[in-house]
Antibody, heavy 123, light 112 residues
Framework: QLQLQESGPGLVKPAETLSLSCSVS??????????WAWIRQPPGRGLEWIAS???????YYNPSLQSRVTISVDRSKNEFSLKVKSVTAADAALYYC???????????????WGQGTMVSVSS | QSVLTQPPSVSGAPGQTVTISCTGS?????????VHWYQQLPGAAPKMVIY???RRPSGVPDRFSASKSGTSASLVITGLQAEDEADYFC????????????FGGGTRLTVL
Protein backbone atom coordinates (compact mmCIF):
# COMPACT_ATOMS: atom_id res chain seq x y z
CA GLN A 1 0.00 0.00 0.00
CA LEU A 2 1.52 3.29 -1.14
CA GLN A 3 2.27 5.70 1.68
CA LEU A 4 3.35 9.31 1.64
CA GLN A 5 5.02 11.00 4.61
CA GLU A 6 5.68 14.71 4.77
CA SER A 7 8.46 16.27 6.84
CA GLY A 8 9.22 19.89 7.55
CA PRO A 9 10.54 22.38 10.11
CA GLY A 10 7.22 23.13 11.83
CA LEU A 11 8.13 26.78 12.33
CA VAL A 12 9.74 29.20 9.91
CA LYS A 13 10.56 32.89 10.24
CA PRO A 14 9.04 35.53 7.96
CA ALA A 15 11.09 36.20 4.80
CA GLU A 16 12.91 32.86 5.14
CA THR A 17 12.67 29.85 2.83
CA LEU A 18 10.45 26.91 3.79
CA SER A 19 11.68 23.45 2.80
CA LEU A 20 9.43 20.38 2.85
CA SER A 21 9.99 16.77 1.81
CA CYS A 22 7.65 13.91 0.96
CA SER A 23 8.94 10.36 1.36
CA VAL A 24 7.27 7.76 -0.85
CA SER A 25 6.93 4.20 0.46
CA UNK A 26 5.87 1.05 -1.41
CA UNK A 27 6.26 2.64 -4.83
CA UNK A 28 9.20 3.83 -6.85
CA UNK A 29 9.37 7.37 -8.17
CA UNK A 30 11.89 6.07 -10.68
CA UNK A 31 9.37 3.64 -12.21
CA UNK A 32 6.00 5.25 -11.43
CA UNK A 33 4.01 6.82 -14.23
CA UNK A 34 2.13 9.01 -11.77
CA UNK A 35 2.60 12.71 -11.16
CA TRP A 36 3.18 13.98 -7.61
CA ALA A 37 1.93 17.13 -5.94
CA TRP A 38 1.95 19.52 -3.00
CA ILE A 39 -1.32 20.95 -1.70
CA ARG A 40 -1.85 23.17 1.33
CA GLN A 41 -4.70 24.07 3.68
CA PRO A 42 -4.59 27.11 5.95
CA PRO A 43 -6.23 26.47 9.33
CA GLY A 44 -10.00 26.33 8.99
CA ARG A 45 -9.89 27.03 5.27
CA GLY A 46 -9.97 25.28 1.91
CA LEU A 47 -7.41 23.46 -0.19
CA GLU A 48 -4.92 25.10 -2.54
CA TRP A 49 -2.87 23.23 -5.14
CA ILE A 50 0.74 24.45 -5.10
CA ALA A 51 2.74 22.42 -7.62
CA SER A 52 3.16 19.05 -9.35
CA UNK A 53 6.09 17.11 -10.74
CA UNK A 54 6.85 14.04 -12.86
CA UNK A 55 9.75 11.65 -12.41
CA UNK A 56 11.54 13.33 -15.31
CA UNK A 57 11.58 16.59 -13.37
CA UNK A 58 8.92 18.28 -15.48
CA UNK A 59 7.20 20.67 -13.09
CA TYR A 60 3.94 22.62 -13.01
CA TYR A 61 2.95 25.45 -10.70
CA ASN A 62 -0.06 27.36 -9.42
CA PRO A 63 0.25 30.67 -11.29
CA SER A 64 -0.40 32.62 -8.08
CA LEU A 65 2.56 30.99 -6.32
CA GLN A 66 4.92 30.26 -9.20
CA SER A 67 7.34 33.09 -8.46
CA ARG A 68 8.07 31.79 -4.93
CA VAL A 69 7.91 28.02 -5.08
CA THR A 70 10.07 25.23 -6.47
CA ILE A 71 9.21 21.54 -6.60
CA SER A 72 11.88 18.91 -7.17
CA VAL A 73 12.26 15.14 -7.21
CA ASP A 74 15.09 12.97 -5.88
CA ARG A 75 14.64 9.51 -7.38
CA SER A 76 17.63 8.10 -5.45
CA LYS A 77 15.94 8.96 -2.15
CA ASN A 78 12.45 8.18 -3.47
CA GLU A 79 11.17 11.54 -2.34
CA PHE A 80 10.05 14.84 -3.74
CA SER A 81 10.36 18.27 -2.18
CA LEU A 82 8.98 21.79 -2.09
CA LYS A 83 10.65 25.08 -1.36
CA VAL A 84 8.71 28.26 -0.66
CA LYS A 85 10.80 31.41 -0.47
CA SER A 86 10.09 34.72 1.23
CA VAL A 87 7.39 33.23 3.45
CA THR A 88 4.77 35.37 5.13
CA ALA A 89 1.96 34.66 7.58
CA ALA A 90 -0.20 33.77 4.59
CA ASP A 91 1.96 30.68 4.01
CA ALA A 92 1.06 29.19 7.40
CA ALA A 93 -0.85 26.02 6.61
CA LEU A 94 -1.06 22.25 6.73
CA TYR A 95 1.00 21.08 3.77
CA TYR A 96 0.04 17.80 2.10
CA CYS A 97 1.89 15.79 -0.49
CA UNK A 98 -0.28 13.71 -2.78
CA UNK A 99 -0.23 11.43 -5.81
CA UNK A 100 -2.04 12.29 -9.00
CA UNK A 101 -4.37 9.45 -9.93
CA UNK A 102 -3.13 9.44 -13.50
CA UNK A 103 -1.68 12.24 -15.59
CA UNK A 104 -1.57 15.95 -14.78
CA UNK A 105 -2.69 16.85 -18.30
CA UNK A 106 -5.70 14.52 -18.18
CA UNK A 107 -7.35 16.78 -15.62
CA UNK A 108 -7.03 14.14 -12.96
CA UNK A 109 -7.43 14.26 -9.19
CA UNK A 110 -5.37 13.16 -6.21
CA UNK A 111 -5.93 9.60 -5.04
CA UNK A 112 -3.33 9.18 -2.30
CA TRP A 113 -2.54 11.80 0.34
CA GLY A 114 -0.01 12.07 3.14
CA GLN A 115 -1.13 13.01 6.64
CA GLY A 116 0.20 16.54 6.26
CA THR A 117 2.79 18.62 8.07
CA MET A 118 1.86 21.85 9.83
CA VAL A 119 3.88 24.95 9.10
CA SER A 120 3.68 28.07 11.26
CA VAL A 121 5.27 31.40 10.37
CA SER A 122 6.52 33.56 13.21
CA SER A 123 9.58 35.51 14.25
CA GLN B 1 -11.02 33.12 -2.15
CA SER B 2 -11.46 29.71 -3.80
CA VAL B 3 -11.88 29.41 -7.56
CA LEU B 4 -14.85 27.03 -7.33
CA THR B 5 -17.92 27.98 -5.30
CA GLN B 6 -19.51 25.62 -2.81
CA PRO B 7 -22.14 26.26 -0.13
CA PRO B 8 -20.44 26.63 3.26
CA SER B 9 -22.71 24.09 4.87
CA VAL B 10 -25.45 21.55 4.28
CA SER B 11 -27.25 19.27 6.68
CA GLY B 12 -29.58 16.32 6.72
CA ALA B 13 -31.05 13.71 9.01
CA PRO B 14 -29.89 10.11 8.95
CA GLY B 15 -31.33 8.31 5.97
CA GLN B 16 -31.98 11.48 4.01
CA THR B 17 -30.35 12.65 0.79
CA VAL B 18 -28.15 15.73 0.50
CA THR B 19 -26.68 17.46 -2.52
CA ILE B 20 -23.53 19.57 -2.52
CA SER B 21 -23.06 21.92 -5.44
CA CYS B 22 -19.83 23.15 -7.01
CA THR B 23 -19.96 26.07 -9.41
CA GLY B 24 -17.13 27.19 -11.63
CA SER B 25 -16.62 28.59 -15.09
CA UNK B 26 -16.29 27.46 -18.68
CA UNK B 27 -12.54 27.01 -18.25
CA UNK B 28 -12.70 24.66 -15.27
CA UNK B 29 -15.89 22.81 -14.32
CA UNK B 30 -17.37 23.59 -17.76
CA UNK B 31 -14.30 22.39 -19.63
CA UNK B 32 -13.48 18.96 -21.00
CA UNK B 33 -11.72 18.16 -17.75
CA UNK B 34 -13.33 16.02 -15.06
CA VAL B 35 -14.41 17.08 -11.57
CA HIS B 36 -13.27 15.21 -8.48
CA TRP B 37 -14.62 15.17 -4.94
CA TYR B 38 -12.89 14.69 -1.60
CA GLN B 39 -14.14 13.94 1.89
CA GLN B 40 -12.17 15.30 4.83
CA LEU B 41 -13.07 13.89 8.23
CA PRO B 42 -12.12 16.00 11.27
CA GLY B 43 -8.37 15.95 11.81
CA ALA B 44 -7.72 13.76 8.76
CA ALA B 45 -6.30 14.20 5.29
CA PRO B 46 -8.70 14.50 2.35
CA LYS B 47 -9.87 11.26 0.78
CA MET B 48 -11.01 10.93 -2.82
CA VAL B 49 -14.65 9.80 -2.94
CA ILE B 50 -15.45 10.60 -6.59
CA TYR B 51 -13.04 10.79 -9.52
CA UNK B 52 -13.54 11.53 -13.19
CA UNK B 53 -16.81 13.36 -12.46
CA UNK B 54 -18.89 10.31 -11.53
CA ARG B 55 -16.71 7.31 -10.67
CA ARG B 56 -16.22 5.87 -7.19
CA PRO B 57 -12.86 4.58 -5.96
CA SER B 58 -12.85 1.08 -4.56
CA GLY B 59 -14.30 1.03 -1.06
CA VAL B 60 -16.47 4.14 -1.39
CA PRO B 61 -20.15 3.25 -0.81
CA ASP B 62 -22.55 3.54 -3.73
CA ARG B 63 -24.49 6.03 -1.60
CA PHE B 64 -22.04 8.56 -3.07
CA SER B 65 -22.69 9.74 -6.61
CA ALA B 66 -21.90 12.82 -8.65
CA SER B 67 -22.57 14.53 -11.93
CA LYS B 68 -21.68 17.60 -13.94
CA SER B 69 -23.75 19.89 -16.15
CA GLY B 70 -22.38 23.00 -17.77
CA THR B 71 -20.35 24.98 -15.26
CA SER B 72 -21.79 23.20 -12.21
CA ALA B 73 -21.14 19.86 -10.58
CA SER B 74 -22.96 18.07 -7.78
CA LEU B 75 -22.18 15.46 -5.19
CA VAL B 76 -25.16 13.47 -3.93
CA ILE B 77 -25.12 11.40 -0.76
CA THR B 78 -28.12 9.17 -0.19
CA GLY B 79 -29.05 7.28 2.97
CA LEU B 80 -27.07 9.68 5.15
CA GLN B 81 -25.11 8.13 7.96
CA ALA B 82 -23.42 9.72 10.96
CA GLU B 83 -20.02 8.74 9.54
CA ASP B 84 -20.65 10.97 6.51
CA GLU B 85 -20.29 14.10 8.65
CA ALA B 86 -17.24 15.81 7.18
CA ASP B 87 -16.01 18.57 4.90
CA TYR B 88 -16.37 17.96 1.17
CA PHE B 89 -14.28 19.63 -1.52
CA CYS B 90 -14.67 19.67 -5.28
CA UNK B 91 -11.66 19.98 -7.58
CA UNK B 92 -11.24 20.65 -11.29
CA UNK B 93 -8.55 21.64 -13.76
CA UNK B 94 -8.28 25.03 -15.44
CA UNK B 95 -7.98 24.71 -19.21
CA UNK B 96 -6.98 28.38 -19.52
CA UNK B 97 -3.99 27.85 -17.22
CA UNK B 98 -2.35 24.71 -18.49
CA UNK B 99 -4.53 22.28 -16.49
CA UNK B 100 -3.71 23.99 -13.17
CA UNK B 101 -5.71 22.40 -10.37
CA UNK B 102 -8.41 24.40 -8.59
CA PHE B 103 -10.51 23.58 -5.54
CA GLY B 104 -13.80 24.66 -4.08
CA GLY B 105 -13.88 26.28 -0.66
CA GLY B 106 -15.42 23.22 0.92
CA THR B 107 -18.83 22.32 2.35
CA ARG B 108 -19.36 21.18 5.92
CA LEU B 109 -21.93 18.36 6.01
CA THR B 110 -23.72 18.00 9.33
CA VAL B 111 -25.77 14.88 10.03
CA LEU B 112 -28.53 15.98 12.36
Amino acid sequence: QLQLQESGPGLVKPAETLSLSCSVSHDSLRRSEHYWAWIRQPPGRGLEWIASIYKSGSDYYNPSLQSRVTISVDRSKNEFSLKVKSVTAADAALYYCARHKTNFFYGDGFDIWGQGTMVSVSS
Amino acid sequence: QSVLTQPPSVSGAPGQTVTISCTGSASDVGSVYDVHWYQQLPGAAPKMVIYDTNRRPSGVPDRFSASKSGTSASLVITGLQAEDEADYFCQASDSSRGASKVFGGGTRLTVL
